[in-house]
């Protein structure tokens, strides 16, 4: 069974930086899609990004585009989610998914029911 286990939320101010990480225990995989999302209260989940490997694809959602970088450890098995500029629309609880197989279209790779697993769950909490 895979486990993922995001780290690194926590509360920062506006324009400021977090990094979060999602590590993936019990399989590794060789070909992938790993996925972030995040949940405000009384939003809906919405797509922040995702990374394919074999080939290597990263996609961004429109609204953390040249703000947010996606990048992975294969030897550490784990994806990295790098904020930087945030503002107070990013608060939220972001999760991080997986796949263990590719995931071929962006629109899929948008659709949380596209993945397999998912983590708990890590507080960014963004001050004004």
């Known amino acids: 069974q895979v486990q993922l286990v995001e780290s690194g939320g926590g509360l920062v101010q506006a324009g400021g930086s977090l990094r979060l990480s999602c590590a993936a225990s019990?399989?590794?995989?060789?070909?992938?899609?790993m996925g972030w999302f995040r949940q405000a209260p009384g939003k809906e989940r919405e797509f922040v990004g995702g990374?394919?490997?074999?080939?290597?694809?990263?996609l961004y959602s429109d609204s953390v585009k040249g703000r947010f970088t996606i990048s992975r450890d294969s030897a550490k098995n784990t994806v990295y989610l790098q904020m930087n500029s945030l503002k107070p629309d990013d608060t939220a609880v972001y999760y991080c998914?997986?796949?263990?197989?590719?995931?071929?279209?962006?629109?899929?790779?948008?659709?949380?029911?596209?993945?397999?697993?998912w983590g708990q769950g890590t507080q960014v909490t963004v001050s004004s």
């Open positions: 998914a997986g796949k263990s197989q590719r995931i071929y279209t962006a629109q899929a790779m948008s659709f949380g029911g596209s993945y397999d697993y």
């Open positions: 990374i394919r490997w074999d080939p290597t694809i990263i």
């Open positions: 019990g399989r590794t995989f060789s070909s992938a899609t």
